[in-house]
């Protein structure tokens, strides 16, 4: 596995404890998203490195996440229906940033737009939906800092499928691992990939999208 991991404890020392934060695994010029998907939309993933396949359909909207453990909570550790299988996906930061760049809040927020029909019309034009949601623990408690996701359909999501990801990566016998791990040991000794806050070079895209 490329992505580098660390004690959770570790992570608790360095990353913030409130506020909204884009928390991702970063190498270099390159960031790691998540996504859980069924078996037959994986293998062909890891198989051809760039999202396809008879199950896979770029005419639905698709979820990424930079967070693992938010990862973790919405596919259950790889454990949910259709979710058996988690893929680590590593873009170029500036191609993250080109996503951020499309982005309209998937509810209307007063502190972002000047009016709903401001929000309303942001809706129509872009393709990628913003959601701020708590952040969660290892045991799926509610954290006060609060992690992105980002929901990308039609151009974008293609171009994210088949050009932005440069490399695919199955980490679901990490996901289990750990999960096993966490039932009888404290979480302070989970490993979890090693995360940074992440933020855009344009401190006015930072705003908009509530960084």
Known sequence: MKIQTEYYYKSLERLPETGQHITAHLQGGLMVVYQAYNHRIADFAVQNQYLGGDAFSYGRMSWIKPNFLWM??????????????????????SDFEEILKQAAFSSFKPEYYESHEAWRQALE???????????HGPFGNKLERRAIQLGLKGDILEQFGRKYATLIEDVTSFAKEQHAFLQSNPAEKLLVTVEDVFRTGDEALNKSVGI
């Open 72 to 93: 973790m909570y919405r596919c259950g550790w790889a454990a949910k229906e259709n979710q058996e299988r988690v893929l680590a996906l590593w873009l170029q930061k």
């Open 125 to 135: 034009v872009k393709p990628v939906r913003l959601q701020w949601d708590p952040e």
